[in-house]
Antibody
């Protein structure tokens, strides 16, 4: 069974940093792209970051580029999201997602339970 | 970025009723490799999203066959043939043909 377990969420002041982790199990971690997607309270879904299976390439939307860094440790089956210069609009539940490559295009097919991040003074 | 417009925003249904949700894209989702990367997710209350359908019409493993997807280019539809209580929640379409991945605003399916 595929399992994705996020940790590291919490309350943080604006301008500070936070690092999320996601431990994966039930599949061969280094065969898959991984992503982070977030959902603000009562709102829809927004893709935040993706990383290739080797970790050699990373991708971000403009809303977080330069502030967030996605990384992975394939030996530890763990995905990370380093979030710097946090803003109130980054308040959301952050989901770790697995992405299967279909003809070299990633499709998110499994989601963790999510980690709640609140940015407030 | 590609904008996905879902209609209706809210859908009221009785158990056993068949319903459809529309997802329209601001540009064609046909990829240069010939695939169309339009997927459907269901988020039940208090739960993370789960993948129901990928590549327009392919059912994810374990998803009941009362769910079906159709469409091409910019117009797509999710149909539920006989709503069951466990189907209640918010449905999202999502595209990965064009970077960045984008999501529709969601359609909430509730009991009438």
């Amino acid at each position: 069974e595929v399992q994705l377990v996020e940790t590291g969420g919490g309350l943080v002041q604006p301008g500070r940093s936070l690092k999320l982790s996601c431990v994966a199990s039930g599949f061969t971690f280094n065969n898959y792209w991984m992503s982070w997607t977030r959902q603000a309270p009562g709102k829809g879904l927004e893709w935040v970051a993706s990383i290739t299976n080797s970790g050699g390439s990373t991708y971000y939307p403009d809303s977080v580029k330069g502030r967030f860094t996605i990384s992975r440790d394939n030996a530890q089956n763990t995905l990370y999201l380093q979030m710097n210069s946090l803003r109130s609009e980054d308040t959301a539940t952050y989901y770790c997602t697995r992405a299967v490559s279909i003809r070299r295009v990633p499709v998110m097919d499994a989601w963790g339970q999510g980690a709640s991040v609140t940015v407030s003074s | 970025d590609v904008v996905l417009t879902q209609t209706p925003p809210t859908l009221s249904a009785t158990i056993g009723q068949s319903v459809s949700i529309s997802c329209r894209s601001s540009q064609s989702l046909l990829h240069s490799n010939g695939n169309t990367y339009l997927n459907w997710l269901l988020q039940r209350p208090g739960q993370p999203p789960q993948l129901l359908i990928y590549l327009v019409s392919r059912l994810e493993s374990g998803v009941p066959n009362r769910f079906s997807g159709s469409g091409s280019g910019t117009d797509f539809t999710l149909k539920i043939s006989g709503v069951e209580a466990e189907d209640l929640g918010v449905y999202y379409c999502v595209q990965s043909t064009h970077a960045p991945n984008t999501f529709g605003a969601g359609t909430k399916l509730e009991l009438k």
